[in-house]
């Protein structure tokens, strides 16, 4: 059974700063594309950040500069550190992993459980 645990969300006030964690655990043989998408309410959710195994990464157009994305393969761990943070930042934030669990088979998406970042006055 694949896991993912988020961690790191919170209350912040504008222009804070916080950083989540996604800690993956479990059989798996190899990983893939790490990244984050957030949900705020009544919206879609949408890809924030993400990875590649080759460290190449991605951003939404409205956090470039603000966040950036890295992992720690050794802990199998995603973080996303948010600095400047803004109110339109609120949002439930989910981590996504691509794995594929055995050598033989194809690799699936995995998700976390979420995350509140609320960003208010």
């Known amino acids: 059974q694949v896991q993912l645990v988020e961690s790191g969300g919170g209350s912040v006030q504008p222009g804070g700063s916080l950083r989540l964690s996604c800690a993956v655990s479990?059989?798996?043989?190899?990983?893939?594309?790490m990244g984050w998408y957030r949900q705020a309410p009544g919206k879609e959710r949408e890809l924030v950040a993400s990875m590649t195994s080759d460290g190449t990464t991605n951003y939404e157009d409205s956090v470039k500069g603000r966040f950036t994305i890295s992992r720690d393969n050794a802990r199998k761990t995603v973080y996303l550190q948010m600095n400047s943070l803004k109110p339109e930042d609120t949002a439930v934030y989910y981590c996504?992993?691509?794995?594929?669990?055995?050598?033989?088979?194809?690799?699936?998406?995995?998700w976390g459980q979420g995350t509140q970042v609320t960003v208010s006055s």
């Open positions: 479990g059989s798996i043989f190899r990983i893939y594309v």
């Open positions: 996504n992993v691509k794995i594929q669990r055995l050598y033989w088979t194809y690799a699936n998406d995995y």
